[in-house]
């Protein structure tokens, strides 16, 4: 599976949007990028994918680059509830192959 | 209910004593996999299974045993556990036909003590 590149730490302000970044210069054509997050005290949890086209879903959008060597997720207004480890992820989509989590990015949400 | 159930939940135990950890899922998914999450280190994949009787190492295999006898269950076994195993352990299953989205579905963790 190809790799995945996030900043470790972001911070933002409650009610306030939230941009996480992640890079993934070598996806193939066939994978999907999906992002998870990690509640303090929980296991991972499903956010959004997508494939190429932007998406949204009532708990984020994922707008992902023209060359999809990079996708965005994005919290249009972030809570104290959402302060988690943001992980981005490439899943192919005709082998549905292994997946391999990186550190992902751990958001802090200041009230 | 669709889930992914590990037990135990909470272990402590002592180095030596072989213990399993089972996970089991209700969904039919052909895709399992156990992580362990240790603090700064993210989550790393011990082993996964891609269907019954087909199990390939992940980044941190040592130490660690699997199975993958029936399609639901995928146990995690510690043959003579070690301090260094002491960690939270994940188990996930996803479906991997082509054209399904590949959804990871996570169990609530167990945390493993070994003294």
């Known amino acids: 599976d190809a790799k995945t590149t996030q900043p470790n730490s972001m911070e933002s302000n409650e009610e306030e949007p939230v941009h996480l970044p992640c890079n993934h210069s070598t996806i193939s054509g066939t994978d999907y990028i999906h992002w998870y997050r990690q ?7 499903y956010v959004i994918h997508g494939l190429t086209s932007n998406v949204n879903n009532r708990m984020a959008s994922l707008a992902i680059a023209e060359d999809r060597k990079s996708s ?17 992820i490439l899943r192919d989509a005709g082998s549905q192959g292994n997946l391999i989590f990186g550190k992902g990015t751990k958001l802090s949400v200041k009230p | 209910e669709a889930q992914v159930t590990q037990n135990p ?3 402590i135990t002592v180095t030596g004593k072989k213990l399993t950890v089972t996970c089991s899922q209700n969904m039919n998914h052909e ?28 980044d941190v295999p040592e130490g660690y ?8 269950n ?13 960690s939270l352990y994940f188990c996930a299953s996803s479906l991997i036909r082509t054209g399904s989205t590949g959804e990871l579905f996570f169990g609530e963790g167990s ?4 003294l």
């Not at chain 2, 045993?65 to 639901?72: A, L, P």
């Not at chain 2, 995928?74 to 002491?86: K, W």
């Not at chain 2, 945390?111 to 070994?114: D, E, G, K, P, Q």
Request: with cysteine.
């Open chain 1, 39 to 45: 509640l303090p005290s929980q296991g991972p949890e």
């Open chain 1, 72 to 88: 965005t997720l994005i919290l249009h207004r972030a809570t104290l509830r959402d302060a988690a480890v943001y992980y981005c």
């Open chain 2, 9 to 11: 939940r909470y272990l």
């Open chain 2, 31 to 58: 895709y399992m996999s156990w992580y362990r999450q240790d603090p700064g280190l993210g989550l790393r994949q011990i082993y996964y299974s891609m269907n019954v009787e087909v199990t390939d190492k992940g």
């Open chain 2, 65 to 72: 045993k699997v199975s993958r006898k029936e399609k639901r």
């Open chain 2, 74 to 86: 995928f146990p995690l076994i510690l043959e003579s556990p070690s301090p260094n195993q002491t």
């Open chain 2, 111 to 114: 945390r493993l003590t070994v």
